[in-house]
Nanobody, 118 residues
Framework: QVQLVESGGGLVQAGGSLRLSCVAPRNIFSIYHMAWYRQAPGEQRELVAVIGRGGNTNYADSRKGRFTISRDNANNTVYLQMNSLKPEDTGVYYC????????????WGQGTQVTVSV
């Protein structure tokens, strides 16, 4: 069973920062696009950011300029640096890997909770 393991969530005040990490198996990390999604209670899971194998990126409009996705190929790790956090960023953040650039989703992590207080 493929495991993507997220870490780095927590409670932060509005305006603060968090960095999420996701470690993937090498055979997955090396061939798939990697992504971060957010799901809040009562809402559908939404794509936050994607990074391709070559490092190209794409972001949800509401996160452009605040969030940065990056990947460390030597350590099979993808990061999500989140700055200027807002209460509406609250939710469970999932790491995913997949072939489809628009919405990678072949493999998923268990999620990490991010709570932004006012």
């Amino acid at each position: 069973q493929v495991q993507l393991v997220e870490s780095g969530g927590g409670l932060v005040q509005a305006g603060g920062s968090l960095r999420l990490s996701c470690v993937a198996p090498r055979n997955i990390f090396s061939i798939y696009h990697m992504a971060w999604y957010r799901q809040a209670p009562g809402e559908q899971r939404e794509l936050v950011a994607v990074i391709g194998r070559g490092g190209n990126t794409n972001y949800a409009d509401s996160r452009k300029g605040r969030f940065t996705i990056s990947r460390d190929n030597a350590n099979n790790t993808v990061y999500l640096q989140m700055n200027s956090l807002k209460p509406e960023d609250t939710g469970v953040y999932y790491c995913a890997a997949g072939f489809r650039w628009s919405a990678p989703g072949d493999y998923w992590g268990q999620g990490t909770q991010v709570t932004v207080s006012v």
